[in-house]
């Protein structure tokens, strides 16, 4: 059983399209991440949400955190090839930190 | 910060054969994470080190995967012997005390035929 569901696993969409991805869950987390892997790399972090109704806002990318603290969602205006990517939620347990991933969602942005 | 390294980038090996990845984490962090790659089972975390000592391995699917950290600036993962269903791509990550933020190597594609 994954943790963190992620949806959907495939996005492909044309440049200048807006999007939204979720990250879901049914345990309520302290605080959630989401990195972006490119081909042939490893995953960076994009930001991390702490506080429940909480929203980030990085340059055209939209982090909310759910109320609840079991959800998140990532919205993209105007994507762009260069989005194009892995987009991956993890949560962080415990005093280390042992994170835990969800699948990802593949976004494919076309010229 | 040259960032986390791992080493080889890419592994082509022999079913049977013993396999070692490298990795030199950031200076400074103290944890060190392994973590293995499929498209089928996504990002899996193997095993952590706290201040070089193992603290969870909880995710080493088996005996023939084995990792040691004998010191803060390298750990390695180790398959002995390596079988078709290992090929993945490994990733190292570290992380600095106090932080959430993990710091990912690019990775070594590993396929065994």
């Known amino acids: 059983t994954q943790l963190l569901e992620q949806s959907p696993q495939f996005l492909s969409i044309q440049e200048g399209e807006n999007l939204t991805v979720y990250c879901n869950s049914s345990?309520?987390?302290?605080?959630l991440q989401w990195y972006r892997q490119e081909p042939g790399e490893g995953p960076v972090l994009l930001v991390t949400?702490?506080?429940?109704?909480e929203v980030k806002k990085l340059k055209r990318l939209t982090f909310q955190f759910g109320d609840a603290r079991k959800d998140s969602s990532l919205h993209i205006t105007a994507a762009q090839p260069g989005d194009t990517g892995l987009y991956l939620c993890?949560?962080?347990?415990?005093?280390?930190?042992?994170?835990?991933f969800g699948k990802g969602t593949l976004l494919t942005v076309n010229p | 910060d040259a960032g986390v390294i791992q080493s080889p980038r890419h592994e082509v090996t022999e079913m049977g054969q013993e396999v070692t990845l490298r990795c030199k984490p950031i200076?400074?962090?103290?944890?060190l994470f392994w973590y293995r790659q499929t498209m089928m089972r996504g990002l899996e975390l193997l095993i952590y080190?706290?201040?070089?000592?193992?603290?969870?391995d909880s995710g080493m699917p088996e005996d023939r995967f084995s990792a040691k950290m004998p010191n803060a600036s390298f750990s390695t993962l180790k398959i002995q012997p390596s079988e078709p269903r290992d090929s993945a791509v490994y990733f190292c990550?570290?992380?600095?005390?106090?932080?959430?933020?993990?710091?990912f190597g690019q990775g070594t594609r590993l396929t065994v035929v």
């Open positions: 990550a570290s992380r600095a005390r106090g932080l959430a933020e993990a710091f």
């Open positions: 200076s400074g962090h103290n944890s």
């Open positions: 345990s309520v987390f302290s605080s």
């Open positions: 949400v702490v506080t429940g109704g």
């Open positions: 080190f706290n201040n070089n000592v193992p603290i969870d």
């Open positions: 993890a949560f962080p347990a415990g005093s280390n930190y042992k994170l835990t």
